[in-house]
């Protein structure tokens, strides 16, 4: 999920979703009408200022909660690469999992430690402006604040994965079965059904008339429910694709097309009577890029005879669109998923292009090795 680019803090991107703008206003209204209904007589301006202060602080504690675990993952040699808010709250990109346990934990807890002592400071705050004789509506903000910190800690350390809690109880288990796997199963399961349970809830909240509440722990429900799951099928083809490799599954060579044919002649003679959906395209012996069978349905029938493949043709990025055949399959998988890509080249040592390797290949083999139970 990506946005718009806010800031940069220890090397992080911080980016702001669109969809973060439907929370942000849901929650300027509801921090109003909270406002309005806890003070008397105050003027209008003095109140949306106070919400809208009120509002920002509550998204910067977001952002420092994702903070707070990302500057754990760095010092403990993870990438992070950028912070997203978005409707949910905030998602930090964290490159990869974890590498054991204790990195896992000390990860997963610092964010709703963060949040707990967001709670704790801005209540102190709260008691410092009421001892000061501040005026109510902002004491109410502080107090506000206080209450929501609070029930982020609470909520992110329920034991249901991916949320924190989940985390740390799948870094225990971890810990005491040795076994990623089977404490990742464990632990994404139950955050599965959490997920359905606050489903229920909603729903049963729909229909007992707390309409907006419940459509919103759906909607979190839901999505909870799906990332676990999502999880759990994702720890389980990394276990399955153990101990493949990249050059296990390549096919090699790759097949090609020359860059200097039209699309019609391309598409009888290579992609009808091979039946491979991507090739190679080759140009003075060698491969300069990837062309696809979409790329050739881009182009509408009637211009195939006039257009030729290397116009079509996806350049080469190595950072992108290669792994060399020594790496994990898992790690190809990886890959295409982070570049949308279907398939990547195969390079050798010398970065010369010896195979290509599709996701279609790996999930055949997952499929097979599942269905045999090995
Ligand atoms: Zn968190």
Redesign the pocket.
Known sequence: MRGWHIGKVFGINLEINYTWLIIFGLIFMSVSSELSDATREVPQHQLWLAALVTTVLFFVSLLL??LA?SVMAIRLGMKVSRITLFVFGGVAQISHEPRSPGVEFKVAIM??LMSLFLAVMFGLLDKAARAAGAAPIWTFSCHWLAVINALLAGF?LLPAYPL?GGRVLRSILWASWKSLERATRVAATIGEWFGYTMVAFGFLQIFTGAVGGGIWMLALGWLLAMMAKASNQRVQIEHTLGDIYVHDLMSSPVATIPADIDLDHAAHAYFLSARFTAFGVEDHGSIIGLVRMDDLQAVPRERWLMTTVREVTRPLDPEKMTITADREAVEAMMKMAENNAGRLLVTDYAGSIIGIISQSDIMRLVRVKGGLGI
């Open positions: 909660h994702e675990h964010g709703p992110n924190d």
